[in-house]
């Protein structure tokens, strides 16, 4: 299994500002996922982090909203830029193990923007 | 495009009572796992399962893979408080590397 580190752990921000997130994993990994989780919701994949190139992003995110950070095969960031309410929910980090077949999640970030 | 529906969405059972979750796709995926999240945690792993027709067994809890790999069911007997959390359903679509998690059954049981 694989220990995930995440910070902050929650945070309330004021709309228009910006948020990094940190994760930390206690092994290496070649793919580090994103996921969001709205609130009462099941998650949704953000992006794939993959060290030494451009994260892949899915369908309606973008670099610019959230810049991504993978500069070894242990860490990643997620950054949340120019936040609004709509922001408001839990960020996780995740690594997958097994083939990808086993999914390890961080304890997440509970974001509120006021 | 959400590609994994689970029902029930939301259950409030009684201690001692059975129930089953359903993940249904149109998709096919090499495996399906099984996760529980609690408030402020992120998703635990209970199960994954492989094989068209398989069935995995964890103490009270027993996992289904449909024949065709593209649903799984969740049965839990005599549930318990400790059961209560969020269920989600989760797989690769084959051809992918990317997990996609299912709608989530937030299961409530009551002492």
């Known amino acids: 299994s694989a220990v995930i580190s995440q910070k902050p752990s929650r945070d309330i921000c004021q709309r228009g500002t910006s948020l990094t997130i940190q994760c930390q994993v206690d092994?290496?990994?070649?793919?580090m996922f994103w996921y969001r989780q709205q609130p009462g919701q099941s998650l949704t994949l953000i992006a794939t982090a993959n060290q030494g190139s451009e994260a892949t992003y899915e369908s309606g995110f973008v670099i610019d909203k959230f810049p991504i950070s993978r500069p070894n095969l242990t860490f990643s960031t997620l950054t949340v830029s120019n936040m609004s309410p709509e922001d408001s929910s839990i960020y996780l980090c995740?690594?997958?193990?097994?083939?990808?077949?086993?999914?390890?999640f961080g304890s997440g970030t509970q974001l509120s923007v006021l | 495009t959400q590609l994994l529906e689970q029902s029930p969405q939301f259950l409030s059972i009684q201690e001692g009572e059975n129930l089953t979750v359903y993940c249904n796709s149109s998709?096919?995926?090499?495996?399906l796992q099984w996760y529980r999240q609690e408030p402020g945690e992120g998703p635990v792993l209970l199960v994954t399962?492989?094989?068209?027709?398989e069935v995995k067994k964890l103490k009270r809890l027993t996992f289904q893979f449909g024949d065709a790999r593209k649903d799984s069911s969740l049965h839990i007997t005599a549930a318990q408080p400790g059961d209560t959390g969020l269920y989600l359903c989760?797989?690769?679509?084959?051809?992918?590397?990317?997990?996609?998690f299912g709608t989530g059954t937030r299961l409530k049981v009551l002492a």
């Open positions: 989760a797989g690769a679509p084959i051809g992918t590397y990317k997990y996609i």
């Open positions: 998709s096919v995926f090499s495996s």
């Open positions: 995740s690594v997958g193990q097994g083939g990808n077949e086993k999914l390890f």
């Open positions: 092994s290496q990994v070649t793919m």
């Open positions: 399962v492989v094989t068209g027709g």
